[in-house]
């Protein structure tokens, strides 16, 4: 009974210190593996700033957030965006999208522009602003749809309508009163 328990008490301190060695070792190669980040802040807040206010935007806020709701199955999972400034010239308001370093700032590229169309979905701006510093550029983004048939549409439609059917009336009753 003696060696039963000898071997027990051997496995015990197996078990024990190989654990906590894979938790040492655990949080070492997890250090060295390079974790996938969100971008960054890449450029300097009081050079875009600076910028902005030169080319007449008041600035709004910085680092701005939005709760997006993503139904997976049924299920909702919470996440945001995040717009690097919100800026106002006149009675406009503009979501600013900052481009630093090598990467592209084609507004129609189309990584950008699925950006672009989710700040511009998410925050319902009155246009973006894409803000290019390495080449001290801002181009102003709008998005229209050919084919979209919305409210603007059909109100469009009535009031042509409504125009239409108002010098129809006229003429049938300067018709009516014999003037014509």
Do not use: C
Request: aromatic share 14%; net charge positive; charged share 25%.
């Amino acid at each position: 009974m003696g060696e039963g328990y000898q071997i027990l008490l051997y496995l015990s301190i197996g078990v024990i210190l190989g654990g906590f060695l894979f938790f040492v070792l655990g949080r070492l190669w997890r250090r060295k593996i390079p974790v996938v980040q969100s971008e960054g802040i890449r450029f300097s807040e009081k050079e875009v700033e600076g910028f902005l206010q030169r080319a007449g935007y008041q600035i709004l806020g910085k680092r701005q957030r939005e709760t997006v709701i993503t139904n997976v199955d049924g299920k909702d999972r919470f996440g945001y965006l995040e717009a690097d400034y919100t800026v106002r010239r006149g009675k406009k308001k503009y979501v600013v999208v900052v481009q630093s370093g090598e990467g592209s700032s084609d507004p129609n590229e189309p990584l950008l522009r699925r950006k672009l169309l989710e700040y511009d979905h998410v925050f319902s701006p009155n246009a973006l602003l894409v803000l290019d510093l390495s080449r001290g550029e801002i181009h102003e983004v709008n998005f229209r749809f050919p084919y979209e048939r919305n409210i603007d549409f059909f109100f469009r439609f009535l009031i042509a309508l409504f125009i239409v059917l108002m010098i129809v009336g006229i003429i049938w009753m300067l018709v009516q009163l014999r003037l014509i």
